[in-house]
């Protein structure tokens, strides 16, 4: 290869390095990460059978949303479901007695762990709750998947 074929690819690689090292402020758009992706770690991801205690639409309680009060072998869990009106959209409902499997990932908060659910099932109903990076569905987009690819996700939904 000819040498200033070589110094002007070797200068093109060098640029965005030399702008960054410029520019401390500016970071690379991966390198930021929302509070809300932090909370949810895949590889924390557990699941979590019992019966459901008690149901309700917590405003005062974090994360925001409806939480259900779990009753495992091991204790209760609070399970976080995200907005009622998600759940409503979806017909997707729980009650005190319902027999739940949740698959999601444990967060400390300062009043205390919580799941936050990725998938909620009861009886042969399921319902994806986040993406599997944790994000919450409820902005539309999974309401906006063909009917087979929500099947999917749901299917592919089991703890890593």
Request: charge should be positive; hydrophobic fraction near 40%.
């Amino acid at each position: 290869m000819n040498i200033k074929i070589r110094i002007m690819i070797g200068l093109a690689l060098l640029l965005p390095l030399t702008i960054a090292a410029q520019n401390p402020q500016a970071q690379p758009r991966s390198a930021h990460v929302s509070a809300r992706a932090a909370a949810y770690e895949t590889i924390k991801e557990v699941i979590v059978v019992g019966t459901v205690v008690t149901c309700s639409e917590n405003s005062t309680s974090r994360p925001n949303g409806v939480h259900a009060i779990v009753q495992t072998p091991t204790g209760k869990i609070d399970v976080h479901l995200g907005p009622s009106s998600y759940l409503r959209a979806n017909h997707f409902s729980l009650a005190s007695g319902d027999s739940v499997r949740f698959v999601g990932a444990m967060s400390s908060l300062k009043t205390g762990g919580v799941l936050l659910a990725r998938i909620a099932q009861k009886g042969g109903q399921a319902l994806a709750i986040r993406s599997p990076q944790g994000f919450l569905l409820a902005g539309g987009a999974s309401r906006t998947l063909p009917e087979a690819q929500r099947a999917q996700s749901v299917q592919n939904g089991s703890a890593r």
